[in-house]
């Protein structure tokens, strides 16, 4: 009886090893399942960012525009699908780049340049109905967009530059470094300076007429230059690799577009419209 006893705590104590065991491979195989599974709710908020990118959307131009003359008509309809082409760019750019810059990337990078596109195109549609009838006024109310996310307008107040001289708040933005040689952030030689082709030199004799215009619109371009400079320096360190081409550049030689057209547009209507110019309206960054 003695002997028989340890024999069968022997098994017993081997049987409840046994059963140790197993449960503790359990353990491990449900660990490691679980370690391999993919966090619901994780998964699910990736998916968000992605697709809750919004929409940009504007006001409708076409619908507050006046009678159209015939001969205007085919510019407008060019214009108008300019404007229609931009919203779809501007739309791209804003999937394209999400999760990147900083909280007011959208507004700076995107929302405004759209802006400052819209502005001199819809200028165009006005001075093309202007040639023939009465051109429209308050037309520029219609160039800010605003990103609708979830139902919700957001950017609605445009704090970018505008075609019209007006200086250039925006807010900075994005989050990459731009550093000196030591390592430190420097904001005085690392922002460079912004260099433009000279337009004045480059017209042909100017109508009398035309010229108070053109003096207007040369001054305008060097306003542009000295808010883009302004923004150079105090954006500096801000963005990614392209932000500067993106956010400032870009939106520069939009504006110099517009502009420069205006002043051949003011030339060609006492002479020969000058043609060629909007190859000065690119400019470069020096550093």
């Known amino acids: 009886m003695s002997r028989a006893l340890p024999k069968y705590n022997k098994r017993r104590v081997v049987f409840i090893g046994g059963a140790a065991a197993v449960v503790l ?19 699910a908020q990736s998916a968000r960012t992605l697709s809750d990118t919004g929409t940009i959307s504007c006001p409708d131009v076409k619908s507050q525009l006046p009678a159209v003359p015939a001969s205007a008509q085919a510019e407008v309809d060019r214009n108008l699908t300019l404007l229609d082409t931009q919203i779809a ?64 307008d957001v950017g609605g107040t445009e704090t970018g530059g505008t075609d019209t001289g007006s200086t250039d708040t925006a807010t900075p933005s994005a989050t990459a470094s731009a550093t000196d040689a030591a390592g430190g952030t420097d904001t005085t030689t690392a922002a460079g300076t912004i260099s433009c082709p000279d337009v004045k030199s ?41 932000f500067v081409q993106n956010a400032i550049l870009g939106p520069l030689k939009d504006k110099r577009v517009s502009t420069i057209d205006r002043i051949a547009i003011s030339i060609g209507r006492q002479g020969t419209k000058p043609t060629g110019l909007d190859s000065l309206a690119a400019c470069t960054l020096t550093k």
Do not use: Y
């Open 25 to 43: 491979s359990g353990a491990v195989i449900a660990g490691s399942a679980l370690a391999g599974t993919p966090d619901k709710s994780s998964t």
């Open 89 to 152: 760019e501007a739309n791209k750019r804003l999937v394209d780049t999400v999760g990147q810059g900083g909280a007011n990337f959208v507004q700076n990078a995107i929302l405004g340049p759209l802006k400052d596109k819209r502005v001199s195109t819809i200028d165009r549609i006005a001075i093309s109905i202007g040639r023939q009838g009465t051109k429209p006024t308050g037309l520029d109310s219609l160039a800010t967009c605003a990103l609708s996310t979830g139902g919700t």
């Open 202 to 242: 480059q017209l042909p004799a100017v109508p009398a007429s035309a010229q108070a215009e053109v003096d207007r619109n040369l001054t305008l371009l060097d306003t542009q230059i000295a808010e883009a400079n302004k923004r150079l320096v105090d954006t500096v360190g801000q963005g990614g690799a392209n």
